[in-house]
């Protein structure tokens, strides 16, 4: 009777849109094991006002994070939160890829963390409409490997990685190619649709992850459209034993 009742509750809720599930099977409760590693630093690349940083410091609170972010109204925000968290969080106004010098970046005047050095796509713009209004800055970029020396990061181990680049995950991890091996896992916001110009496919990240011996996990938040295809996963990596 009660696995009927269950049936008929979830039945009625995913009528009215929603789903329900026991918290210990959503891959957020424990990252998809990512949690179970003493992480000690946290690499924040596209941090922008730090909403990232806030969700992993409950789960890591002794870890130490690097923030990256070009933006400067993001970075404003992300700089204040920092200075609360009694040293632990270092935020640093850049942008990483492939390259060393000061770029153009479209910053997306109504949603900054949606910038990108890559132009967005009529489909990105007719999805999400805020992407629409935008204006040049110039940023200055590093790649990781130059970043951390550059900035005297203490990379302590366990490592991760987290990127949310739009568009720009193949040329972050270019740039990284000493970094990346060093991590223990990795979790990269990839979109499954081209949302921005020449950007990578999930196939092509996944295989740049795969030569620096990293095995794809799963993923964690995956939005969809409203016909029910995935528009972008967060996509969790791990290091091979």
């Not at 910053?107 to 999805?127: M, N, V, Y």
């Not at 979109?191 to 196939?203: D, H, I, M, N």
């Amino acid at each position: 009777m009660k696995s009927l009742a269950s049936k008929l509750i979830k039945a009625v809720l995913r009528k009215a849109g929603y789903e329900l599930h026991k918290i210990q099977f959503s891959p957020m409760t424990r990252l998809l094991g990512a949690t179970q590693l003493p992480v000690r630093t946290i690499l924040d690349v596209g941090a922008n006002e730090g909403q990232f940083a806030r969700m992993i410091s409950s789960y890591f609170p002794q870890a130490a994070m690097y923030c990256f972010e070009p933006v400067p109204e993001a970075f404003a925000v992300l700089e204040d939160w920092a200075a609360t968290q009694h040293g632990r969080v270092m935020p640093i106004k850049c942008a990483l890829g492939e390259v060393e010098g000061s770029l153009t970046m479209l910053k997306h005047d109504q949603h900054t963390s949606s910038s990108s050095f890559l132009a967005t796509t009529t489909r990105c713009e007719e999805i999400y409409p805020e992407t629409r209004a935008k204006s040049s800055i110039s940023v200055d970029c590093h790649t990781l490997d130059n970043a951390v020396g550059r900035f005297s990061l203490a990379l302590k181990p366990d490592i991760l990685i987290k990127l949310d680049v739009q568009g720009y995950e193949d040329r972050v991890i270019k740039g990284g190619q000493q970094t990346f091996p060093k991590a223990n896992v990795v979790i990269l916001e990839v979109s499954l649709v081209p949302l921005y110009e020449t950007q990578p496919t999930f196939a092509q990240v996944a295989g740049r992850m795969e030569a620096l011996d990293f095995d794809y996990a799963g993923s964690l938040e995956q939005p969809c459209n409203g016909e029910g295809r995935l528009l972008s996963i967060d996509a969790v990596f791990f290091k091979r034993k």
